[in-house]
């Protein structure tokens, strides 16, 4: 498994760099603000992928929020979406609620707009998504994201929280794997 990863890492193709996205982080935390610094957010981080834009998105939003996570895998460490399986639910209570879901990637989009209806479904006031990367797929998807950080080639990607088979979450860059093209 290690040979495949380390040669996944060696061919595959930078499309922004650490420095890059980290600019596209400050943008996306500085926008984030505007709208919601007086709304007292609970933020729910997307566990995995949304591990590495949430804690560095978290230290840029100086205003009170509170955090909890949720777990709804599409791709469970593979390269293809299949159905969503819920792994872990908040334990905050979602009523009343002004929610900011936070995700790595808005792909096909089914994963997000799972997440929005569960929140409004737990009673959520309003309901806000922040992706660090949204992807060009070449049609529409069921749900946009309210703030994004950067947009992104229709590839399979990896890094700042985004596998390939459970690998190379922690590649400080976003990189396409030249495999799947
Ligand atoms: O827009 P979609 O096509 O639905 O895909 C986007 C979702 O896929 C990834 O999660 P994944 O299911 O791989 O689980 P993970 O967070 O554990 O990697 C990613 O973190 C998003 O949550
Ligand atoms: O391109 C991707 N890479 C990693 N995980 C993903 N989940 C949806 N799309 C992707």
């Known amino acids: ?9 060696q061919n595959a193709i930078c499309l922004y760099t650490e420095q890059e996205v980290e600019a596209a982080l400050d943008d996306l ?9 007086d709304q007292n957010p609970l933020v729910l981080c997307v566990i995995n992928g949304g ?34 399986q819920w792994l872990y639910l908040p334990t905050t209570p979602l009523t009343g609620r002004n929610v900011l879901i936070i995700d790595d ?15 409004r479904q737990q009673g959520a006031n309003t309901v806000y998504s922040a992706v660090l990367l949204d992807k060009n797929i070449g049609h529409s998807k069921p749900i946009q994201a309210d703030f994004i950080g950067l947009e992104v080639a229709n590839l399979y990607l990896f890094g700042y929280g985004m596998d390939y088979k459970a690998y190379l979450r922690n590649a400080a860059g976003i990189y396409a794997c030249k495999e799947i093209l």
């Not at 935390?29 to 610094?37: D, E, G």
């Not at 100086?62 to 390269?79: E, G, M, Q, V």
């Not at 990637?105 to 929140?119: F, K, R, V």
């Open 29 to 37: 935390a500085t926008v984030i603000t505007s709208k919601l610094h």
């Open 105 to 119: 990637i808005l792909d096909e989009g089914h994963t997000l707009q799972a997440i929005a209806a569960y929140c």
């Open 51 to 84: 591990i590495v834009t949430t804690g560095k998105l978290l230290p840029r939003l100086k205003f009170p929020l509170t955090l909890d996570s949720i777990y709804a895998s599409r791709y469970c460490n593979s390269t293809a979406g299949t159905d969503i």
């Open 1 to 9: 498994m290690l040979d495949e990863i380390k040669q996944i890492e």
